[in-house]
């Protein structure tokens, strides 16, 4: 299997919606699920044709296209950070019974910030690990990669103009998201830059109608055979990762599960998480609510990893299939 890591420079805010909140526009996520994702380029794809639709959604169902989510990256010093997920894992300090309390406050301090930040950066991924094995602080260092900010709307569709409030992210000059593709065929993946650079001009996320989610390359993409091949140390990592079977398997894209897969499961640490978000359906010349599916969280760990699938659904008043990409992607985690 071949990657490429597309790094995207947004040039408009950005809200990705929150199922886990109640997926209201007062909520907003900063990572873009890859279901959501790969519901963009379906919808993208269809401007195209519905047969460039089936062949995307086959590539996908045959293991030779797939995707991660979206997450966080920031340039420092012209080299690239590619920022996973935090592992949900119990992190334990050990601690001696008796200290000074400038020592306890320090510590308290240090534990906060393990438990506050939600993405390691991947070429430390391994120190982290390491330091929640032996029970140790490991020093967070997250840069700062967008700011939150609430916009104020008015509804004029109702009989009496209404106020509504949308929260979006506005990514700083040096940051934005980034996502791993995996493909077989260099066919394939020619095809599927076609609808990302396309999806640039349309946007992601909620809202896009109004011009949110706009976005273009911060760097071409990355196309690495082997780690040796990399140009950034985080790229580098990351790709080892992807290829290595690891103690554990970090997902790195939300996992619908096989009946076959529960038992394994049940020895990870995970989380569920609820997608929802809507859809056109022409028969009512509006958008409608998707029905509401849990899925297995990015950050979720297992001793294995853990085959998912493809929803496909069909939903009264929409003409054409909706699918919901709960393939999963993982990388293996060590440490020592």
């Known amino acids: 299997m071949k990657y490429a890591i597309y790094t995207l420079k947004f040039l408009t805010p950005v809200h990705f919606g ?19 994702y790969f519901s963009a380029l379906c919808w993208e794809a269809s ?64 534990l906060k910030q393990m438990k506050k930040t939600s993405f390691i950066r991947a070429s430390k991924m391994k120190d982290f690990m390491t330091a929640v094995n032996h029970k140790q ?4 260092n997250e840069p700062l990669f967008a700011y939150k900010e609430t916009n104020t709307k008015v509804n004029t569709r109702l009989t009496e103009s209404m106020p509504y409030f949308i929260n979006t992210y506005h990514f700083v000059d040096n940051a934005g998201l980034y996502f791993v ?18 999806l640039g001009y349309s946007g992601i996320g909620g809202k896009h109608s109004s011009g949110y989610g706009k976005y273009e390359f911060a760097d071409e993409e990355i196309i690495i055979y082997d780690e040796e091949d990399g140009i950034y140390e985080d790229a580098i990592a990351l790709i080892r990762a992807l290829k290595v079977k690891g103690r ?26 609820k997608r929802s978000g809507f859809v056109y359906a022409d028969k009512y ?9 849990y899925m297995i969280a990015e950050g979720s760990c ?8 493809m929803i496909e659904e069909q939903i009264e008043g929409v003409s054409h299939k909706i699918y919901r990409n709960g393939l999963g992607m993982f990388v293996g985690l060590n440490y020592e």
């Open 181 to 198: 593709v995996s493909f077989e065929d260099e066919e394939d993946l020619s095809m599927l830059d076609k609808l990302i650079k396309s």
């Open 302 to 309: 297992f001793l294995k990893q853990i085959q998912g699938n």
């Open 137 to 140: 602080f490991f020093d967070i």
């Open 47 to 110: 401007l195209f044709s519905d047969e460039l639709v089936e062949q995307l959604v086959e590539k996908f169902n045959s293991g030779k296209l797939n995707i991660s989510s979206l997450f966080p990256f920031c340039i420092r010093n012209t080299d690239f950070e590619f920022y996973l997920p935090k592992p949900f894992l119990q992190a334990e300090i050990a601690r001696e019974q008796i200290q000074p309390f400038s020592v306890m406050k320090e510590d308290m301090i240090k």
């Open 285 to 293: 010349d509006n958008y409608i609510k998707k029905n509401n599916i």
């Open 18 to 36: 929150n199922s886990a909140n109640g997926g209201s526009l007062e909520k907003t996520s900063l990572i873009c699920s890859a279901d959501t």
């Open 248 to 273: 554990f398997q970090l997902n790195i894209a939300p996992v619908t599960p096989l009946a076959k897969d529960i038992t394994d499961i049940k020895f990870g640490f995970y989380k569920l998480t």
